[in-house]
């Protein structure tokens, strides 16, 4: 668990996450999202893609275990998460997510990072910045 005392601005977390079938199943289980554009084939490809669409918030539940349990690691409130999609990415893409801190402010605990996350074709899928609150000690 790192400590806002233990990160610098600049500091950057990378890491790369295969999106399986099933990781994309279990996702449309949990959210109950069916829609057809994340699971029919046809649709996907009659809307102009070449297969079933990942879903946006699969990034964001990824994030959510990365901020938890990587970077910063569990010492950390998440307070704000701004969120954009500007491409696609499909099951069997291996997204790079990198985390890069931005500002760090002692006296109120907060550190702001933006996140990017790449597709194969090193394409945008997600862009945000978030906001943490993130412990002085380990206590």
């Known amino acids: 668990m ?3 005392t233990d990160i610098s601005v ?3 977390y990378l890491e790369s996450i295969l999106i399986t079938q099933d990781l994309h199943n279990d996702f449309a289980t949990l959210s109950g999202d069916d829609s057809p554009i994340h699971t029919s084939i046809e649709f996907a490809k009659r809307n102009g ?8 918030f699969l990034i964001t539940t990824l994030l959510s275990k990365l901020y ?11 307070l704000k998460q701004d969120c954009s999609f500007p491409s696609p990415y499909f099951v069997g893409d291996i997204l790079e997510f990198t985390i ?8 109120l605990k907060l550190l702001t990072a933006t996140t990017v996350v790449l597709n194969n074709s090193k394409n945008i899928v997600f862009r945000g ?11």
Request: charged residues 25%.
């Open 2 to 4: 790192k400590l806002i």
């Open 10 to 12: 600049g500091d950057t």
């Open 49 to 56: 893609y070449k297969d079933c669409l990942g879903y946006a």
């Open 68 to 78: 938890g349990t990587k970077f910063p690691g569990g010492s950390e409130l998440c």
């Open 100 to 107: 890069t801190v931005k500002s760090i402010n002692i006296p």
């Open 129 to 139: 910045d978030v906001t943490f609150q993130l412990k002085l000690v380990n206590k």
